[in-house]
């Protein structure tokens, strides 16, 4: 069931100066993981991806995940250390009309002669903060009495 991105997701998405990783899955289960700097928020409240190369692994994973109706994963990291990830299912993709064309235009603006496969539209499921303190609460939550013993040793006070 597709959610609506947070604000942090938005940002983190449309910066520029943030890692973005995609990870999908081949025919046989094997995770295939690439950077892709050309993923962002779409207006549509969806994750879009524009896809270079029509006969990529990546692009052979996504035409199987919707197929298939399998996830993919992805990673998000900002500059200041913050760090999400979102699970979400692709949907559709544009190889033309109006959102194809968007893109397009502005991709060979910024890139020069270079070709559009497609503009993958992913519908976000999950968003998951990954910062460290986030996994470090949650772990505590869900699993209170597990502590390294070093943690729990009284330190004598002078």
Known sequence: MSIE?????RTLLNDPETAKVLATVDSDG???VVTKQSIHAGKDGNVHLLQILEFSATNRNLVRSIWFDRK???????????SIQIKGRPIQNHITGPLYEEHY????????DVDLAGVWVISPEEIIDESSAARRTDEERKRPNINHLDRLIKKPTT
């Open 5 to 9: 991105l947070t604000a942090a997701a």
């Open 72 to 82: 993919v994963a992805i990673g998000l990291r900002g500059k200041d250390g913050q």
């Open 30 to 32: 094997v995770p295939h």
């Open 105 to 112: 235009v502005k991709l060979r603006q910024r890139r020069g």
